[in-house]
């Protein structure tokens, strides 16, 4: 049962460019939505995460946008570099569960120079 | 990586024999969690530890067992290793206070 469907699988954008990484999950228990940023042979490393009271969060180039009535959240980079070329996943989870997280299947980036 | 080192890092083994995967933490962080990585899939939670000999399943659970006999090790256990345990697996640990989970470094096992 994928709880957590993430799309695209791939994407190339430009330098300067605005990446958007879409996610749509079911439970609507959950109440904590991380987006983890991982490079090859690296562990996935947090990057910026948005409970459901709130429809954005920005950090830096990086936002989060929810929308808390369709199920979905998307993570939007923007002025995208090279160096943001790596795998993103989406993820969520809810307190009563121990906080355990249900990943979606990952999107590759590749920002061209 | 939040101060959580895995080990080994890499191990090639054959099918059938046990393995034996550790996690261990410095910052006496309660909960522990063991998750695979493979292709298509993403992370899926094995097993997770609330506490010291506090542990319960997670989605991907057969085949796997855990224990924690004290707060800075988590470790995962693959009784008779299959060639459909070959996978990438990561600890994390979750702060106090909060949802945040850090993963470690990951070990990559291939069972041939």
């Known amino acids: 049962q994928q709880q957590v469907k993430q799309s695209p699988q791939s994407l190339i954008v430009q330098k300067g460019g605005i990446s958007i990484i879409n996610c749509a999950y079911e439970n609507t228990a959950f109440d904590y939505f991380p987006w983890y940023q991982q490079f090859p042979g690296k562990g996935p490393a947090l990057l910026i995460a948005i409970r459901p009271d709130v429809s954005e969060k920005k950090e830096g180039r990086f936002t989060i946008s929810f929308n808390k009535s369709a199920k979905q959240f998307s993570l939007h980079i923007m002025d995208s570099q090279p160096g943001d070329s790596a795998t993103y996943f989406c993820?969520?989870?809810?307190?009563?569960?121990?906080?355990?997280?249900?990943f979606g299947e990952g999107t590759q980036l590749t920002v061209n120079p | 990586d939040a101060g959580i080192t895995q080990s080994p890092r890499h191990k090639v083994t054959e099918t059938g024999t046990p393995v034996t995967l550790r996690c261990h933490q410095t910052e006496n962080h309660r909960y522990m969690y063991w998750y695979r990585q493979d292709p298509g899939h993403g992370l899926r939670l094995i097993h997770y530890?609330?506490?010291?000999?506090?542990?319960d399943k997670g989605e991907v659970s057969d085949g796997y067992s855990v224990s924690r006999s004290k707060t800075e090790d988590f470790l995962l256990t693959l009784e008779s290793a299959t060639s459909s345990q070959t996978s990438v697996y990561f600890c994390a640990i979750r702060q106090k206070g909060g949802y945040e989970q850090y993963f470690g470094p990951g070990t990559r096992l291939t069972v041939t």
């Open positions: 530890s609330y506490g010291v000999k506090d542990t």
């Open positions: 993820a969520a989870t809810e307190e009563t569960s121990g906080s355990r997280l249900t």
